[in-house]
């Protein structure tokens, strides 16, 4: 700190700070991103130029503080109008609305689905990951769109739907779809009782005329976490004389009137402040069967395959963000005369986040690259298998990494001024939606039983940086012995296959100091509960790879 004035007098001297960091602005997000850059110019290079344009948003301050509104000016639930009517509607800060033309005005939610070019997934994964790194709260209706868009498609009733959800722009006005210029979507499926048993469900729907596929049902009954409750319509499951079925459910009728859904109360949640979660009743809502009746569970985990796969990249994209501030702040601070990244003792700390990052990044864009390839059988298997472990994992991970960055910036990234503590309070929620980690865990072992051989497309993508590094082949074989046994799946083996396959992409993907360190601290022994214990790593190299730049 520089002190001007010659006064000895404290009281007169003006201390002029020279050890500040300023904030992380003016870099693209996408083009010094060395994992998503690789990505894109691998799989879709026709998305660069979308995705440049998107990255060049994350760190502008516009947009940063658009995501700090919209979190600390949360929705509000009226009920009913000024004369006493019944709305059921949510006002939101004008940043909300920002964020939500920003991303929708993207293709964030629609890329996979309207790409003329090969590599629509993995283009959408990496948009998806940049769109994480701006806002949680509508990365929540931008995956919802995601996963709905082959759902609507497959019903012919849905059509106008369909293309209004595809549509890359934002349309807040509440009216029926036909005078809108693009849309939104909810999913209405967790009852007060059942969580993630949806067959406990005690909504029901029955016909209004015929039976059937695209024919009107009314739907009565309650869902207790239903989100984005200001879409133009829903996805929800209700009990129907053939079994648990899925239907659609506009929130305005064509005539304009307010479908009868009320609106109880907003959650008031942890984090995701900015995205309302809401609680509903539906009273004879009108509906419009989707599939055939009795197989709503099935439609809706067709849905859930993207929803996890994009928070799988999600998590992701929040580690990135995080890192990006650590990295930002420590390259800027400095203490005991050089920069923090740089002493001794905070290097392998930087160095084990990044290692968390890319593994996390190279693990859900390989789910997505295999949805990019849907008529290849072993990518099709590789899919099934790897989206509930790269869901579950990534999900898990990324908890602590917010963590430990703020620990790493300090004090600072404790306040409510900085990203972080949005990054904090958002962490656990992708772990919990769709399915928490038990439930994945029990995903895999159903997988395995059911389709022993998705374990063989895995193995064999591991095998050969499993012949250079003995660590990585001793985790294969034990990954082969514990998979002979896939009623007895455990954490323990979908951790096991997630560190492999992380691993070995970083082998084929990453420069030899990353995967090394990689290998050696996840699959070794010498490696502690907590970040920083890397040991005889090259710390630099790492950073130097997860820089912005």
């Known amino acids: 700190m520089t002190i001007t004035g010659t006064n000895p007098d404290f009281t007169t001297q003006r201390p002029i700070p020279d050890n500040l960091v300023p904030d992380l602005n003016g870099v693209n997000a996408f083009t010094t991103d060395a994992v998503a850059a690789g990505i894109v110019r691998t799989h879709a290079p026709w998305a660069w130029g979308r995705a440049e344009e998107l990255g060049s948003r994350v760190w502008d301050p516009q947009v940063l503080k658009a995501a700090r509104d919209a979190q600390r000016f949360t929705p509000e639930l009226r009920t009913l109008d000024r004369i006493g009517r019944e709305v059921h509607d949510v006002d939101f800060h004008p940043a909300y609305h920002e964020l939500m033309a920003l991303g929708f005005g993207s293709g964030t939610h629609s890329l996979a689905w309207t790409a003329t070019e090969p590599g629509g997934h993995s283009a959408r994964a990496v948009l998806s990951y940049l769109w994480n790194q701006i806002d949680g709260s509508t990365a929540c209706p931008i995956g919802m769109a995601y996963a709905s868009i082959p759902v609507l498609r497959d019903q012919p009733e849905l059509a106008d739907f369909a293309r209004a959800i595809e549509t890359e722009g934002y349309d807040p006005a509440d009216l029926p779809i036909g005078r809108k210029t693009a849309g939104t979507i909810g999913y209405f499926m967790t009852e007060k009782h059942g969580g993630s048993d949806l067959r406990a469900n005690v909504t029901v729907a029955r016909p209004v005329g015929r039976r059937g596929p695209g024919e009107r049902y009314l739907v009565n009954g309650h869902k207790w976490f239903a989100s984005v409750p200001m879409a133009d319509g829903y996805l929800t499951v209700a009990h129907t004389e053939g079994g648990v079925s899925c239907l659609f459910v506009p929130r305005r009728l064509p005539d304009g009137d307010l479908n009868r859904i009320r609106i109880n109360r907003l959650k008031d949640k942890l984090g995701n402040r900015a995205n309302a979660s809401s609680e509903i009743e539906y009273h004879d809502a009108e509906a419009l069967l989707v599939g055939e009746e009795g197989r709503g569970i099935r439609t809706i985990l067709s849905s859930a395959e993207y929803t996890r796969l994009d928070f799988a990249v999600g998590s992701a994209g929040l580690m990135r963000a995080a890192l990006s501030q650590a990295l930002h702040y420590n ?194 022994t010498g490696w502690g509960p907590g970040y920083g214990t890397l040991r005889g790593v090259d710390s630099a190299s790492i950073i130097d790879f997860a820089r912005l730049g």
């Open 331 to 524: 390259d800027h601070r400095d203490a005991f005369g050089a920069p923090l990244s740089q002493l001794p003792i905070q290097a392998p700390v930087l160095a084990d986040i990044a290692l968390e990052w890319a593994g996390a990044a190279h693990l859900g864009f390989r789910v997505a690259r295999a949805e990019d390839l849907p008529g290849d059988v072993s990518e099709r298997l590789v899919s099934r298998l790897l989206t509930p472990v790269a869901k579950f994992w990534n999900c898990r991970r990324v908890a602590g990494v917010t963590e430990e960055v703020i620990q790493s910036i300090g004090g600072n990234a404790y306040i409510e001024e900085h990203p972080c503590p949005r990054y904090y309070r958002e962490a656990p929620l992708n772990a919990i939606w769709e399915g928490t980690s038990n439930m994945m865990v029990m995903d895999v072992g159903r997988v395995l039983t059911r389709e022993p051989k998705a374990i063989e497309p895995v193995l064999d993508e591991i095998r050969p940086a499993a012949a250079e590094h003995p660590l990585l082949a001793a985790a294969l074989d034990e990954i082969e012995e514990l998979v002979t046994a896939p009623d007895q799946v455990t954490r323990y083996l979908v951790t096991k296959i997630a560190l492999a396959v992380q691993a070995a992409l970083l082998v084929e993907h990453a420069p030899t100091a990353v995967a090394d360190a990689f290998v050696a601290s996840r699959l070794g």
